[in-house]
């Protein structure tokens, strides 16, 4: 067996052939549909006429669509219908019998108040797997009710735990509820395929964006909790084991105003680090929560401070102490890891060079986002239609 780098590939298209039904808008469902059409699945965006997906307009713009929109969508399809018109029900319903996954983020009841039920989708199409994305789940004395991603943060435990020292619960970039809930569906969706092809069965998947968040929190949550119980101390906000509280990891400001991410929590990564700084006693201090860690954090400071960035990055290049530089979000294109790994994008709609990084879970997706009902007419005549029915489809107002 060849172990060496060369022997790694990039993902297979794993869900070619996969048809995914998507009448999700903003950001957690795009973003976990986003995740399949990178697997191969051909993700069709079912959008409601006017404004469609307004994530299109919130800024900044990339190009004629916003950025947050152009990452999320590109090799994706898009079709404008009318889900309150019978017409426009009837043929999201044939769509429906075309498909293998229906995506939807409405609250708990819509789909049900529009007749387009699990049951409904489910006589249609027998193993379709419908996956619901809403804020507190389809059951619950919650389950109506509106939210954003801070107030399931809220709700998880989460939100309180988060912060500096001193302060109050703070929030922080990006909205992780919401892209933690995303790659729930994800993984309920593979669940569910992978079921349905042992079972031949599909499914209702209920996600929700609490829940998912509550879950990924538990081990805190319950580290917190336990200390609670015990009779002891919560780990104080931003002085935890891995939130501030350790000077062998945390983040220091250079001479420069940047940054230096200090993650040497092993001794022996601590101590290589000590050394390139010259101050070996730094080690008499362990990693833990011991009343010398101030002292130890104020000297990491100072010499943090005595160098610009770059001569940090200098000094620590070859360096395996498990310390970086904190790069900002415009310099991820210059990363030389990033490139290497292949995953970087790079877009000059703006008169200047934009790079983010593609998911990594399949192959690039290339092209532009689609307009709103770029594709109306191409799935349409997929159906059977004619275009004398399309255009009278238009003219009603059932298609866009």
């Known amino acids: ?55 299109r307009f919130m800024p900044p713009m990339l190009g004629p669509v916003s950025a947050l929109y152009h990452v999320l969508n590109r090799g994706k399809r898009s079709i404008v219908v009318d889900l309150k018109q019978d017409a426009g029900r009837e043929l999201v319903l044939d769509l429906v019998a075309q498909s293998d996954v229906v995506f939807e983020q409405f609250r708990p009841g819509v789909m049900a108040r529009l007749g387009l039920s ?21 059951t619950g004395p919650m389950a109506g009710d509106a939210g954003h991603d801070m107030n399931f943060l809220a709700l998880s435990g989460m939100l309180h735990m988060q912060g500096s020292l ?30 349905r092809a042992s079972t031949g069965e599909g499914q209702w998947l209920d996600v929700s964006l609490t829940d998912a968040i509550a879950g990924f929190a538990a081990p805190m949550v319950a580290a917190w909790n336990t200390a609670v119980a015990a009779g002891g101390e919560p780990e104080p906000r931003g002085r935890g084991l891995l939130s501030g509280g350790l000077a062998q990891y945390s983040v220091y400001e250079t001479q420069d ?18 050394h390139l700084c010259a101050h070996p006693e730094w080690m008499a201090v362990p990693a ?23 001569e940090w990055e200098a000094a620590l290049r070859g360096v395996d102490c498990c310390v970086t530089v904190v790069r ?9 890891q990033l490139a290497a790994r292949g995953f970087l994008r790079s877009e000059t709609l703006v008169g200047a060079p934009v790079h983010w990084a ?31 029915q399309i255009e009278a489809l238009r003219s009603s107002g059932a298609v866009a």
């Open 288 to 310: 833990l929560l011991v009343p010398e860690q101030e002292a130890l954090r104020a000297s990491v400071a100072a010499v943090v401070a005595g160098r610009t960035r770059d």
């Open 328 to 336: 900002r979000p415009d310099e991820i294109g210059a990363d030389p």
């Open 118 to 138: 699990y049951e409904v989708l489910a006589a249609r199409k027998p193993d379709v797997i419908l996956c619901s994305v809403s804020g507190y789940g389809q």
């Open 358 to 388: 593609d998911t990594p879970v399949g192959a690039p997706l290339r092209g532009s986002a689609p307009l709103p009902g770029a594709h109306t007419d191409e799935v349409l005549a997929g159906l059977g239609l004619t275009a004398s």
């Open 257 to 274: 105003g940047g940054h230096l991410a200090v993650g040497a929590l092993e001794p022996k990564f601590f101590e290589i680090f000590a």
């Open 1 to 55: 067996m060849n172990d060496s780098p060369s022997a790694c590939a990039a993902p297979a298209p794993c869900l070619q052939g996969v048809r995914v039904l998507d009448l999700t808008r903003l950001l957690p469902g795009p973003f976990a549909s986003w995740q399949l059409a990178a697997m191969g699945a051909d993700v069709l965006r079912v959008e409601s006429p006017g404004l469609g997906d307004y994530a």
């Open 166 to 195: 001193g302060g109050g619960p703070a929030l922080g970039t990006p909205p992780t509820a919401d892209l933690v809930g995303a790659q729930t569906a994800v993984i309920a969706i593979l669940g569910a395929l992978l079921r």
